[in-house]
Nanobody, 121 residues
């Protein structure tokens, strides 16, 4: 069992920066692929960025060049550095952990409770 707790959300002006953190409890954090997703009101959750257990990253086109995902396995924490924020980045951001099997099947998936990010114009 893995529990994910996000922090770092809040209100920021357009052009500003925030860093989200997601602290994971439980074992084998380094074996999990981690990700950040966001949800706009009335819309389904969408991918923001992911990082594999090996450190390979992937970003949504809308955040490339502005957001950076990273992980610190010693601290069981994944981060999302968000720069040049825009009002359209306003959403609830959630942390995700996935463990994949050797055949590419997803074995486990966990979600955090989410943190609100609001960007004012």
């Amino acid at each position: 069992q893995v529990q994910l707790v996000e922090s770092g959300g809040g209100l920021v002006q357009a052009g500003g920066s925030l860093r989200l953190s997601c602290a994971a409890s439980g074992s084998s954090f380094s074996n999990f692929a981690m990700g950040w997703y966001r949800q706009f009101p009335g819309k389904p959750r969408e991918l923001v960025a992911t990082i594999t257990s090996g450190g390979r990253t992937n970003y949504a086109d809308s955040v490339k060049g502005r957001f950076t995902i990273s992980r610190d396995n010693a601290k069981n924490t994944v981060y999302l550095q968000m720069n040049s924020l825009k009002p359209e980045d306003t959403a609830v951001y959630s942390c995700n952990a996935k463990k994949w099997g050797s055949w590419g099947q997803m074995l486990y998936e966990y979600w955090g409770q989410g943190t609100q990010v609001t960007v004012s114009s």
